[in-house]
DNA sequence: GATGAATGAGCGTTCATTCAT
DNA sequence: GATGAATGAACGCTCATTCAT
């Protein structure tokens, strides 16, 4: 029977490499010498190549999930869930840099596999800051015109957009904690200043 | 002489085949045949392969500060400039499908040339956010404790993310005069309820 | 672990064709039909294709080496011992057709690593020449204001001349054994008539 | 009409270009740049790469012949014929750096159009040595038991090598007088001390 | 189950040759 | 005659995948 040991340490391996590679630059081969088993082995686990970038997903964003739910269900203002979530985001992303660039660079590689992939359990990690947004519509807390769907966009693509920057290493002279406040600041009171 | 038509008959039909296919899935014979040119001549144009991606980008972003900065230079207020930032970015990517893709799909390959590259033309147009931002503090229309930088990144990564889910293919119920103002209103006053 | 088996076919292989056709006509494909593996095996054995070439030496010439040295140490002579040299590089060229014309067309193409490579094995062989001359020298049987490293070259290039007409395929009416005595005759007292 | 200034200049070029980078490794473009002519014009003056080479053979060896004729015509003396045609060979090689390289590299590349080749003008050249021979062995300067042929070819492959270790870069530290010198020695009086 | 040698399709790139101007 | 842009066949090499051990 297939070890589940080892599906993990080549989910792992596979993180680090496309992380350091690139999803079409890393070989199957330096997955499996980072695995510390035989190329062949590899296939004992998983499809073919793509199978394994969708598996690191599933992995690694579905251990994100359940560790931003764990902290999102301890509190009720969805003004701190809003903040939580973005703190944790931002902090994960810079404690594990090979998660982040997996989500950055592979997750626009393409295509259809991806495409279909992303309606599972990534768009799940997605939907989340919807319904604190939904959650804070309710309460009567955030306005209602908004979108939750739109503003769900602007709060992931403003935390992966720094999150590239980060690890594509221009220089960035903020803390993670700074970064949170600003972003989540803006994101509640605008950046207008108060008789604008 | 090499003709400056052939150059940008490769460059459309780059654009076009790393689209549709991603860098790595794109291969020179698709470009030369969409391009109704020979595999070699390509090489009279471009260097190799990742120089014709660089070269897309050159061409095709040169176009959109262009079009850009003609827009801004009308106006003054900043409020309004960032609105036209805004909307101008999100009408040309739902115009320009290929330009869309290959900036949200390539601009995120690991490579130190795509590094290097983006301290170039790509930020020049990331400036021209910031530059916005702190026009508007100078102005006191915008807050002065927002880091510019940090707010020019939340700027274009939400929309870069609108752009993707658009081409992702997953229903998008927003026009793009919608979203908009959506994200214009968001980041101007916030998501919060007036009494929060 | 790769098989040594496989390595000596495809030399084997490498050496047949490389010398029906020449280094620069010589495929990869070629060389793998007729060593009966596939193209990409060939990279599990070798680094490139100049280093197949390299190979072929290294092997080649390791066992002329091997040979000769073998004869030399039965004979104290240094007469006798030019003659074995001489006789043997001629009846294995002879036989060994494949080698023949892999020096003669191969050695002289321009390349620095064939140039470093010279300095190692196939030098070792043209090296015995010389060593031959000297012991012949200290021994008072050969001329002491002979050059060893002049007619060492003399030997080695009326050897490989000789070779080479033989592969041309012009019609060489004498035997090895003649061609044998003619040259060491030459070398031994001249070509002048007794009384010059 | 083709005008010969061109046609001299392309092959003055050819020879530099294939004794810089062999025959295989020379591009036609790299000839046309150096004899300042389009690539195309190229084809006007000759049929293909390979027939440029073929040219460059009868060019220079044409010159090499005129040249050592002359020389040859002024002397009776086998003897000294002899020496004169090594001298002059020697000379010329080591002046003529091209042209050197061109008949050592070259003349072994391969194929059937050399050899076929061969019978023309270089052969032409070659034979000039045995007739030197022959004409020594009438006059009874030479011994009668030597092959002109076999002579012929030590002579030349003992030329060749010399000139060859010249331009491998190899320091020879011996004077062309001096290895001309040893060379017409060990053929007239061969290498045997006086009482062996 | 695990291995890693073997496979071979596939691609980026080169360059001799052609031909419209 | 001269040009040089255009062509496209050809090849070295890679690497995901397979399969005998």
Chains 1, 2, 3, 4 share one sequence.
């Not at 073919?48 to 009720?76: C, M, P, R, Y």
């Not at 703190?87 to 090979?98: A, D, Q, S, V, W």
Request: with cysteine.
């Amino acid at each position: 029977m297939k070890s589940p040991d080892k599906h993990r340490k080549i989910i792992r391996a596979a993180t680090k490499v496309f992380a350091k590679k690139g999803f079409f630059n890393a070989r199957i081969s330096d997955i499996a010498k980072e695995a510390k088993v035989a190329d062949g082995t590899i296939y004992l686990y998983f499809n073919n190549k793509f199978d394994i970038l969708l598996s690191v997903f599933e992995q690694e964003i579905g251990k994100l999930i359940d560790q931003v739910s764990l902290l999102l269900k301890k509190e009720d203002n969805p003004k701190i869930k809003l903040e939580i979530f973005i703190t944790n985001h931002l902090e994960e992303m810079k404690k594990n840099r090979y998660l982040a660039e997996v989500i950055h660079i592979e997750l626009r590689q393409t295509s259809k596999l991806i495409r279909e992939y992303r309606k599972n359990t990534f768009n799940e990690y997605l939907a989340i800051i919807a319904s604190i947004i939904e959650q804070g519509q309710e309460a009567g807390v955030f306005r209602k015109e908004i979108e939750p769907e739109i503003a769900r966009q602007m709060v992931f693509g403003a935390l992966d957009e720094i999150s590239r920057c980060w690890h594509i290493g221009n220089d960035c002279p903020f803390t993670t904690e700074e970064v949170s406040q600003q972003i989540t600041s803006i994101l509640q009171v605008g950046i207008l200043a108060p008789n604008n």
